[in-house]
């Protein structure tokens, strides 16, 4: 690291029990090695072995594709600032996280089911995020200067490859009005406790991604629970209360691929160990005190925007199986949300000017 200090990010390294209680999962798999050093090298994001396509793949995650948009016909949010921090070292200094700047960021709280249901049902919780101003080569050619990020509250997935996701979209369309049937059937998979679960090609190297509270305030509700008695739009009341009464912050972290036997890019249902490959710190997101739950923004997110990872630089192209189904699924998605909406296609915003509310000024 060339005696560049570096801050490491506050990943969490307990085991957790169960995902169906939107907090904990039953298990993780290790790849082993916890023993020994990490190499302390990086490798490249195309170096042999990083993905590989297996058999059958591309007639899976097109099968998957059609579950996703069966799902959709069966069926908060906030301005802030991104900012990329300076004199990181060179294998931090990657992509857009080259040089430091400030960019105007657009985020949004979900509970990541294909099922839309009530707050007090638990499930996993995720954020996806939209920044704009990012200058380079994107991966699908468009000129507009976004870069969508996303992230799940468990650092590994269950929907490790196309096979596994199949069989688990197969379990829920079967018991779409029965989850519990549904819950009892996934018992047994893996996931845990707010990560991008997947690899992206990071520059020249490749990392998985990490977002976590910075204030006082944000940590001290790390141990609150949503009970089945409380209300069915719970989160959305709780988050709002916060976000008018609190300035929130987040370090954004990048775990960098150092051992492709330790940590795998095409099986996300293995953990890069945090202790041995710990998340550091490469930007920090601020956004001050603000009503979260503005009807024209809600509506306009729930019908018209896409966070896809798959839209953003050619530097941080997503990596792995997963990452690749999500490339169809994600796109398929889009098309059927926009037609059932009444809208004949889909246009991304070009700035934060774009979004229909009133953006908060800064302090002078």
Known sequence: MNGTKVVTCPASHHRIENIHNGKVANGTARAGGQD?????????????????????????????????NRFQMMNFNEHMHFIVHDNLPPHLAQGMFAKPGTYDVIMRYSSLTPKIVPDNIPAPRGIGMK?????????WGEDKKTQDWTFNNYPILELRDPQTTYDIADSLERNWNDLATFAAEQSKLIAMPEYSQSAYRFGTYVAKLGVFPLTPAQTALSSDEIKDTDPINVISQELRSFHMQHKVSYSFCAQLLQDLSEQPVDDIGIEWDAKKYPFEQIATLEFPEQDSWVPEFRVWWDDRITVNSWHGLKVHQPLGSTNRMRRVVYAESRKLRLRVNGHKGYVEPESIGEVPVPVPMPVS
């Open 36 to 68: 020994k050093p990490a190499p302390g090298t990086y490798i490249r994001w195309d170096a042999e072995g990083v993905e590989k396509i297996q058999p059958g793949e591309e007639e899976k995650i097109q099968a998957v594709s059609d579950q996703f």
């Open 131 to 139: 920044i704009f101003g990012v200058e380079g080569e994107k991966l």
